[in-house]
């Protein structure tokens, strides 16, 4: 989705997962009570550190290479948290740097429990979290629930046959007709959100780009891989996370068309409300239920 729209609800989504895991947070050390962090010495169950502290956004490509290899990386972030920590930053969000066929900027995830090698090791990683931990900076992931990359093996064995067992791990449904997809649907980076898949005779849908399948949030497998990998990086210190794009987790399972409106957009396709594909009750619902990732382990 657009650098612009992921801004929009960087607040409210950020804020709805930590609320999630206060008791996470209270875990962690108490900062010092200077005067570059008076920001952060409240804590509280009602008055949680998120609400105060400055989060500084970090795109580990082009943050700091450490290597020389030309592309930033997870040591590179480590070597600058005291010039973060100099600034009075809080807590660091990290944009995704998961595998990646980087169609969207890492944002279409090809494995949601490990690192591309580029950005370095989980040892790296390890590395970051103590080292942070050390200046009372917290660490956000970035984290892409909505859709995965198609190179993500759950996609391409969803693909492989009507009958797998993850077919119904993304959304397939017949065409209207031949050539013709099951309904109006637009993706947010233009055209029909339905892609045709010709070895299995079905289209998938794709909120973006065709290479970003959406997973079926219905289907409880889904929820429970998807929580799978969030503790995973809980238990290894993330302090909370940035959740992409989670009002469109959910489209209306009867496939009504959405509404059209006067006129054409930047692609050149009709107007179009994605009154079907965003916003619905159970996404909305859906936010506030991020709970079970921390509330199962008793924080
Ligand atoms: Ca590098
Ligand atoms: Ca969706």
Redesign the pocket.
């Known amino acids: 989705m657009s650098k612009l729209a992921k801004f929009s609800r960087l607040a409210l989504i950020l804020g709805l997962c930590l609320a999630a895991i206060p008791a996470l947070a209270q875990q962690l050390p108490a900062p010092k009570a200077t005067h570059k962090h008076v920001h952060q010495a409240a804590q509280t169950a009602q008055d949680p550190w998120w609400k105060h502290a400055v989060i500084y956004e970090i795109y580990p490509r082009s943050f700091q290479d450490s290597n020389g290899d030309g592309v930033g990386d997870i040591n590179g972030v480590t070597s600058r948290l005291e010039y973060l920590h100099d600034l009075g930053i809080g807590a660091i969000w990290i944009t995704p740097m998961y595998p990646s066929p980087l169609v969207d900027f890492g944002y279409d995830v090809a494995d949601y429990t490990a690192l591309d090698p580029l950005y370095g090791t989980l040892g790296d990683f390890d590395q970051l979290m103590a080292e942070a931990k050390k200046r009372n900076i917290r660490v956000i992931m970035d984290f892409v629930p909505?859709?995965t990359s198609d190179q993500h093996p759950w996609f391409k064995e969803s693909r492989s046959s009507r009958t797998n067992p993850k077919r119904d791990w993304y959304?397939w449904r017949d065409g209207k007709g031949p050539g013709q997809p099951p309904n109006n649907w637009q993706s947010w980076f233009g055209h029909s959100a339905w892609q045709f898949d010709p070895a299995t005779g079905q289209y998938y849908?794709h909120?973006f780009y065709v290479e970003q399948p959406?997973?079926?949030?219905r289907n409880p497998e889904v929820r429970k891989a998807m929580y799978d990998a969030m503790r995973f990086w809980l238990d290894r210190g993330a302090a909370g996370f940035r959740l992409d794009?989670v009002s469109?987790?959910?489209?209306d399972p009867n496939l009504h068309d959405d509404p059209i409106s006067p006129g054409n957009n930047a692609y050149g396709d009709p107007n179009i409300a994605h009154k079907y594909?965003d916003n619905l009750p159970e996404?909305r619902r859906r936010r506030l239920s991020w709970k079970p990732c921390a509330d199962q382990r008793g924080r």
Do not use: G, Q, V
Not at 214 to 217: G, K, Q, S
Not at 248 to 251: A, Y
């Open positions: 909505n859709h959304i849908y909120h959406d997973l079926n949030w794009a469109r987790l959910f489209e594909t996404a």
